[in-house]
């Protein structure tokens, strides 16, 4: 087990050197100068901008390196704790994600807590009542959950609840340790919109998992020797249809964390996907490798959790 830890461990440091690769290159690709943009950003016009001035610009954020001294730059700041300063912000990349990402794990977090409350027990009702009313029932709701865009869905909840109702906030967010019952009204529909996709993907992958163990061998001894059926389920399927949900809800983890770009721009939530997608605009270097590297990091230890934990949930798995 020890050994395993340790290989994975190499592993996810080999993908996080790919990943800051990957995204200072592509950051530097793309079309337009950054130095530019920041000098442009309050509209006064180009004018009385000489050359001198972007070019003393550019040296002050070690731009006018090559890429190749910027990007060991970059990486040495990072093993000192120092992922740069925001061109546009002015402040370092460090205390922006400070800022930022605790929101953006409060809501993953408690939309991984809501996926799991709500999509493993809508499919095992589904699969013990399979055939039923309530199977179709449980089915087509979560067959809604996958389809359903979350932009479009955040935009309804918006209009019906925030506008028309005037019961729930439409943007922003609140520390809950400053208000926490504001706090608690603002977070519902995000939390709603990026837990809705993994509570129906859940719900299916429990579903189907469960009526697969159902039809194994030792469950027909199991009744066979007249165990009711609430102990069979409870004891002998469930634990082993659990095996690929725990897969799926890693995978689920992974976009919740990695994917509220979309939400936290829909109810202009000041987390990390809305950071990421400023820098992105304004082709903020630092910031956006900053971002994308915690983002990576949280996603490679959440994948080493997800495999530490079969061997928990299913003891006849060995890692050597």
């Not at 721009?265 to 000041?270: D, E, G, L, R």
Request: glycine share 10%; charged share 15%.
């Amino acid at each position: 087990m020890q050994g395993y830890i340790i290989r994975r461990l190499i592993q996810a440091a080999i993908v996080l050197f790919m990943v800051t690769i990957f995204v200072f290159l592509v950051m530097r690709l793309l079309p337009g100068d950054p130095i530019f943009l920041y000098v442009t950003q309050d509209d006064y016009g180009t004018g009385s901008i000489t050359q001198e001035y972007l070019d003393d610009l550019r040296h002050e954020h070690g731009l006018d390196r090559p890429l190749v001294v910027q990007y060991f730059d970059w990486m040495g700041g990072i093993f000192h704790g120092d992922l740069g300063e925001s061109i546009q912000r002015g402040t370092k990349v460090t205390w922006e994600l400070g800022r930022s990402l605790p929101i953006t794990l409060h809501l993953g977090i408690l939309g991984v807590i809501a996926s799991v409350i709500f999509g493993i027990p809508l499919g095992l009702i589904a699969a013990v009542r399979r055939g039923t009313w309530i199977d179709t029932l449980a089915t087509t709701l979560a067959n809604i959950g996958i389809t359903a865009p979350v932009f479009w869905v955040g935009i309804l909840l918006i209009y019906f609840f925030g506008i028309f109702l005037g019961w729930l906030p439409i943007y922003g967010y609140t520390s809950p340790l400053k208000d926490f019952g504001l706090n608690l009204r603002e977070i519902i529909m995000p939390v709603f919109c990026i837990s809705l996709f993994s509570i129906g993907g859940l719900a299916r992958q429990t579903r189907s998992s469960l009526l697969e163990v159902i039809r194994q061998d030792y469950i027909r001894t199991a009744r066979s020797k007249g165990l009711p059926d609430r102990v069979i389920f409870l004891r002998h399927a469930l634990k082993n249809g659990l095996i690929p949900v725990t897969t799926v809800a890693g995978l689920q983890i992974r976009r919740i964390i990695g994917g509220q770009v979309i939400i936290e721009t829909v109810f202009n939530i000041p987390g990390v996907g809305r950071l990421a997608t400023g820098g992105i605009f304004t082709q903020d270097y630092a910031l956006v490798q900053g971002v994308i590297l915690a983002i990576a990091t949280i996603v490679v230890l959440v994948n080493l959790v997800v495999d530490i934990s079969y061997v928990w949930i299913d003891p006849r798995v060995k890692y050597r």
